[in-house]
């Protein structure tokens, strides 16, 4: 009994140590294609990425360069403050989206174009993204949200 | 006035928890009889302060008291009343209040019917849920007060955030946290058994009935996100893969894992330490969860409240109780011995391979959820994970899990024969691998990933279909049919939720590879064709609603001529909250959803329409009721009631009456 047990036990371990062994190759597999990295508008001024790398772009949505309702692909150049990067995007823009609002986008850059896939905004008005306040902080350029009442 | 009396019930339920852990801990280490039997009126009193503090807050929000600084914010004279009582949970405060409510309640029920646990376990089950109670209410009192008063109440509020003036998420919240808080008795349960060093069967059936309602609530909480982000939000995707889904994935898994192993805890007395350990982590990632929603430290589409200080205060919670019980897990784990013995091809073990597969699965999500952070503080690069990564790591152990499942939930305890087995699933393995090649046949050049769901969801639905007629034996059709009907609830509801399962992996495979998407830009009368369907944009118009604008399109589906459907997808703009929301246009249907959304106006007169065809989407939800279902049955099953205290007196000395 004694040893039927031990033995038993030592069986659970090994089969958990091949899953936990399983899961991590397999983690480290997909993070090849999972990741998607963060890059604000000035990084990709200073250092195009290759065109194949799928990242992140943040930043805000540049005054007065958001031109929708001419087809379905919609461009507004993103903005840091410093540098400011063209995205264009087929698809329908989140609700929240709009000039001079925070917003993060997935996609390629390619050609001197961001290509966004998909685009993140926000889902009630005081939040932003933590990446987009970080990288404007960075360039000396963000403003909290006003007021108290706001903070929710 | 009556608010005061609200913030008061409240504070009177902290000391409620304070006085229900510190009595009963006290009492039961030093068998004092007296101090344990306080546990009982201290968390019934606990749960009817914070029900009044509760319905008080409820009440401020019905009447539009804008004093509250809570309701200011949140609500609007003009909501409607049933997204007034919703907004109560709508926001971090009143949420957390909810928490605290039901974090009390399955504290009372507990005390209401624990009759039968012996009098130190109950004593330190109720101790521990207080100490968490008061850590949480604390936690409430101090940072969030949902009481805070507006020194001058302006006339009307900022209103709730739009997209959450929703029937689907006015019930989301509180059947997640049915479920989320629900694990903290499984918790409780786990220390306590730590403390008194023993676990044996009878625990294990106290344990199973607390876990299986919380996973239940949970699925159900669960499904009910997935499907109000599906219609609400206007992409027609069902799940993310966001920081705070993956919050309530996790508990899930490892609620589903601690379900399967205290069975084995009750019927066979082995895995003992295991679903400890199971207990301990279901409710830590209960309470990561809770940080990573209201810190704000992962960038997440749903962000609730953005509050350092407030994540600290949660991180400490989560550190304090995680810290102690692993380290009296480390302590005490030995003590615990394991009686029944199984061989490798039995129950047991197919058991504990399902605990494994889920406990892995948890573990590539959670690496996966918080492996942003970690790059940021060790690598200091700013990166994001994507469902990329979670379809390529996660979506195998889910594979596997579905393939062993029917063959593990048909083999007997203790000592099985792997031919007997397979030879009952024969049948349903043929069928399940025809019914993959008809799938594959019809796509033809497809993706391969539907015939393999189709494979899976066969072999799940078939699978629990020859367990149920295993368990309906020999005879004839009317004997089966009365042993079918006489079979223990817990057995149908088995079958039923992995069923369910079944179906909600083929409405994941379907809708992923085949739904149709069309982007284009269309005039009003003008007609499109999108897969099978012809779609007319027939008319734009707006209107005015309740407490928003509409810009509504009239859309006309046909097919071969013949009219499916009239939808009408809107853009709403709710003028208080200064923000526009997007309603799509769902036309639900068995094998498919039609799924229209309108964008932007153009330049030209026309509008951006987004149409999709989605194939068996209603499925996925469909199979998470299913699941639940399952659970609400096996719930039901007398044995959960009656046998708990009677295990333990049948194996006392035999009472001479």
């Known amino acids: ?152 | 006035m009556i608010i005061e009396l609200g913030h008061f019930a409240l504070i009177l339920a902290f000391l409620m928890a304070a006085m229900q852990t510190v009595l009963p801990l006290v009492g039961a280490s030093r068998g004092w009889r007296g101090f344990m039997a306080a546990a009982d009126p201290a968390a019934t009193a606990q749960f009817l302060f914070l029900l009044f503090s509760f319905s008080v807050l409820t009440w401020g929000f019905v009447t539009s008291d804008f004093s509250l600084r809570l309701v200011t914010m949140n609500s609007h004279s003009a909501k409607p009343l049933i997204y007034k009582i919703s907004g109560v949970w709508g926001n971090h405060e009143g949420s957390m209040l909810l928490w605290c409510l039901v974090l009390a309640l399955y504290a009372a029920l507990a005390a209401w019917f624990g009759g039968n646990l012996s009098e130190t376990l109950k004593a330190r089950v109720l101790g521990i849920q207080g100490a968490i109670s008061l850590s949480f209410l604390g936690f409430l009192i101090f940072t969030s007060n949902p009481f805070a008063r507006l020194e001058v109440p302006p006339l009307n509020g900022e209103d709730l955030n739009p997209l959450l003036q929703d029937p689907g998420l006015a019930f989301h919240p509180p059947f997640l946290y049915l479920g989320y808080v629900g694990l903290s008795m499984a918790f409780s349960f786990a220390v306590a058994a730590l403390i008194e060093g023993r676990v044996d069967a009878a625990w294990g059936r106290w344990v199973r009935p607390w876990t299986l309602a919380a996973w239940m609530f949970l699925t159900v909480g669960i499904a009910l996100g997935s499907w109000w982000a599906y219609y609400e939000l206007g992409w027609g995707g069902f799940w993310f893969w966001d920081p705070v889904e993956n919050a309530s994935f996790m508990p899930w898994l490892i609620a589903a894992a601690l379900l399967h192993s205290s069975i084995v805890v009750e019927k066979r007395e082995a895995l003992k330490s295991w679903t400890i350990l199971l207990s301990i982590l279901a409710f830590g990632f209960s309470l990561i969860g809770a940080f990573i929603v209201r810190s704000g430290v992962l960038t997440s589409v749903h962000a609730f409240a953005n509050d350092p200080e407030r994540g600290v205060y949660l991180l400490a919670i989560t550190g304090l109780f995680m810290g102690g019980a692993l380290t009296l897990y480390a302590a005490r784990a030995s003590a615990l011995e394991a009686k029944g013995v199984f061989s490798l091809t039995s129950r047991e073990s197919a058991l504990v391979a399902n605990n494994i597969l889920l406990a892995v699965a948890a573990f590539v999500v959670f690496v996966g959820t918080v492996w942003p952070l970690f790059a940021e503080m060790a690598f200091g690069r700013k990166l994001s994970v994507g469902a990329p990564f979670f379809d390529a790591a996660f979506t195998p152990f889910m594979v596997a899990l579905a393939a062993i499942l029917p063959i593990g939930a048909t083999m007997p305890w203790k000592r099985a024969r792997m031919g007997r087995v397979l030879g009952a699933l024969t049948g349903a393995l043929a069928l399940s691998v025809a019914m993959g090649g008809l799938v594959w046949t019809l796509q033809t050049g497809r993706s391969i990933l539907a015939p393999i769901g189709a494979v899976l969801a066969a072999w799940l639905v078939l699978g629990a279909l020859v367990d149920l007629r295993q368990r309906a034996g020999r005879g004839d059709l009317s004997s089966k049919l009365r042993r079918l009907a006489r079979l223990p609830r817990a057995d149908w509801g088995k079958a039923v939720a992995h069923a369910g399962f079944g179906i909600t992996i083929f409405g994941i495979t379907a809708l992923t590879a085949w739904q149709v998407e069309d982007i284009r830009v269309a005039q009003v009368g003008e007609t499109f064709a999108v897969g099978p369907y012809d779609i007319t944009l027939a008319d734009v118009d707006t209107f005015q609603g309740p407490n928003y604008e509409t810009t509504m399109a009239r859309m006309e589906v046909a097919r071969d001529g013949r009219p499916v459907a009239t939808l009408f997808p809107e853009k709403r703009f709710y003028p208080v909250a200064q923000m526009p929301t997007t309603e799509a246009a769902i036309d639900n249907g068995v094998a498919r959803d039609l799924y229209l959304v309108i964008g932007d106006p153009q330049d030209d007169g026309g509008w951006a329409v987004r149409s999709y065809i989605k194939p068996f989407a209603n499925w996925i939800w469909a199979g998470c009721i299913v699941m639940a279902l399952g659970g609400a049955l096996s719930l039901s099953d007398r044995r959960h009631r009656v046998a708990a205290g009677a295990a333990k007196s049948s194996r006392a000395a035999v009472p001479a009456e």
């Open chain 1, 1 to 152: 009994m004694r040893g039927l047990k031990k033995k038993r036990r030592i069986q659970v371990i090994a089969l958990a140590v091949v899953a936990l062994v399983a899961s991590t190759a397999l983690i480290g597999y997909a993070m090849r294609d999972g990741i998607n990295f963060f890059r604000s508008p000035s990084q990709i001024a200073e250092g195009p990425p290759a065109p194949t790398e799928v990242f992140r772009i943040g930043g805000l949505v540049e005054a007065g360069t958001l031109v929708r309702g001419r087809g379905e692909t919609i461009t507004f150049n993103v903005t840091d403050g410093a540098a400011s990067v063209p995205v264009a995007y087929t698809g329908v823009l989140p609700d929240l989206f709009g000039e001079g609002e925070g917003m993060v986008g997935t996609g390629s850059y390619v050609d001197g174009t961001f290509r966004a896939t998909e685009i993140l905004a926000k889902h009630d008005e005081s939040y932003m993204p933590k990446e987009v306040i970080d990288s404007l902080k960075e360039q000396g350029t963000y403003q909290p949200p006003d007021g108290a009442m706001s903070m929710n």
